[in-house]
T-cell receptor
């Protein structure tokens, strides 16, 4: 079916507000990943969900960041009390599991004013 | 921790020439090595990948080589075309790291017509 879908594509918000970013993975993909890409930079791992296992949260930069994945499908990344340094493109990827190709969505460009 | 270094950071080639990007990784237990191409403002797209039990893989003008002893892998693009201009990222996956990708810093390739 369709590829990885992310929404919104762009989000502008004021410093201190909370934001929610959504990712809809490829149907049948059990693994879901969130990455962050700052302007002109590489991809920074944030969090990884695999099936029903506990998520790997080792890349989350602070406790303001959290993510959940409901029903093994759609995932939401939440950033509380946003700061200007949170401005970046947030990319979601999904795959069939470990050592399998990860397919990326178009990302959400987050701008904190 | 896991580390992937990518060189060069920028590469300018004449159309028709070859381009080579090299990555080194720190953990000899890594098993999967994908390469992504990212055009400006677009999602990263998987262009080729290689697993640890294979030394070389080719797909038309693109090839990847893996030297497990030296812990490095390289992307080779032959007969470069202007549409090859993009940022290229290498990555490595370790089971011990929880099956998440660690990315290199990226190489900006410019193919001059």
């Amino acid at each position: 079916g369709a590829g990885v879908s992310q929404s919104p594509s762009n989000k502008v918000t004021e410093k201190g507000k909370d934001v929610e970013l959504r990712c809809d993975p490829i149907s049948g993909h059990t693994a879901l990943y969130w990455y962050r890409q700052s302007l002109g930079q590489g991809l920074e791992f944030l969090i990884y969900f695999q099936g029903n296992s506990a998520p790997d949260k080792s890349g989350l930069p602070s406790d303001r960041f959290s993510a959940e994945r409901t029903g093994g499908s759609v995932s939401t990344l939440t950033i509380q009390r946003t700061q200007q340094e949170d401005s970046a493109v947030y990319l979601c990827a999904s795959s069939l599991g470990g050592f399998q190709p990860q397919h990326f969505g178009d990302g959400t460009r987050l701008s904190i004013l | 921790g896991e580390n992937v270094e990518q060189h060069p950071s920028t590469l300018s080639v004449q159309e028709g020439d070859s381009a080579v990007i090299k990555c080194t990784y720190s953990d000899s237990a890594s098993n999967y090595f994908p390469w992504y191409k990212q055009e400006l403002g677009k999602r990263p797209q998987l262009i080729i990948d290689i697993r640890s039990n294979v030394g070389e893989k080719k797909d038309q003008r693109i090839a990847v080589t893996l030297n497990k002893t030296a812990k490095h892998f390289s992307l080779h693009i032959t007969e470069t075309q202007p549409e090859d201009s993009a940022v290229y990222f290498c990555a490595a996956e370790w089971e011990a790291a929880g099956n998440k990708l660690t990315f290199g810093g990226g190489t900006r390739v410019l193919v001059k017509p």
